[in-house]
């Protein structure tokens, strides 16, 4: 549930309770130096959106009941069990689902303050590994050669909010869609860019190789298409006044901005783009696993719950 919708939700219970006391009742080089278990969640809270105030709508029932805390929603995680539907399948290491990850793409995949890989993939991507039998490593990688690392078996499993492309599956093979994102143009409130055609005459920052950049690139009589191996990169030129817009997925923009009031999503471009792990073609029975290990994840109910954590709402499906 959206913020603003929050406050409405408060007022009316607040209003309501008064009621019986009126009348008297009682969110190509590869570097992979840097990997990590990811079993340490003790300090996602500090880094997620601040879902422990969010209120979530039990449709069974009718009944307004309170959002879980971070707490609740790792400790959850850190509970999730081999499924009995699930046949582990073989890895790089035995016992290990190895992801591949550009490691600066809040909230999806970033470090935090303790220098611990957090973030919506690897919440989630932890999840189903345990419904595998498998515990989850992050490989930290560079963007620009996440593909063909890979491709040569450096990993598992791509795990870096990857838009799903016809160009991509030329290469690999990819998961069930796990997410919806659109192409967010973020830009200072007193500037705002409201669509594509906005973006004309003006230096756009994108991360390059992204669905992104491939979005501005459509765009007729841009003045500059400013290419950064991270899109936190973009975003430091867009807060010092060197670019006028940073184009890049919708939730990440969102997240990036969510406590700097001088910045907004003032415009979309919506593609209908949806994020997929990417996995090699051949590796058919790692696929059958992810798929089988994501529809348990959203049929008992973790996804929405690890969705609230960082989005602070439900899915757009679910609202």
Known sequence: MKRNHLWIVVLLALALALVPALVGCG??????????????????????????????????????????????????????????????PPTVQEGVLQGG?????????????????????????????????????????????IIPALVSDRYDVIMSAMTITEERQQQIAFSDPYIKADIAITAPVDAPIESAEGLAGKIVGVQIDTTGQFAVEEVEGVQEIKKYETVLNAFQDLYSGRIDAVVNDAPVNAYIIRELPDYENTGTIE?????????????????????????????????????????????????
């Open 27 to 88: 969110d190509d080089e590869t570097s992979t130096e840097d990997t990590t278990q990811a079993t340490d969640t003790e300090t996602t809270e500090e880094m997620a959106t601040d879902s422990t105030e969010a209120m979530s709508t039990d449709s069974t029932v009718g009944e307004t009941t309170q959002a879980p805390t971070n707490e609740e929603v790792d400790a959850e995680i850190q509970a999730v069990t081999k499924s009995d539907n699930i046949d582990t």
């Open 101 to 145: 990850s550009d490691t600066a793409f809040p909230p999806f995949e970033f470090a935090n303050e303790s220098g611990d890989y957090v973030g919506f993939d690897v919440d989630l991507m932890t999840a189903m590994a345990k419904k595998m039998g498998l515990e989850l490593e992050v490989v930290s990688t560079a963007w620009d050669g």
């Open 271 to 319: 593609t209908g783009d949806v994020y997929g792990y990417g996995i090699k073609q051949e590796n058919t029975e790692l696929q059958t696993a992810i798929n089988q290990a994501l529809q348990e994840v959203k049929d008992d109910g973790l996804y929405d719950k690890i969705f609230m954590k960082w989005f602070g709402e439900l899915p757009a499906t679910q609202q």
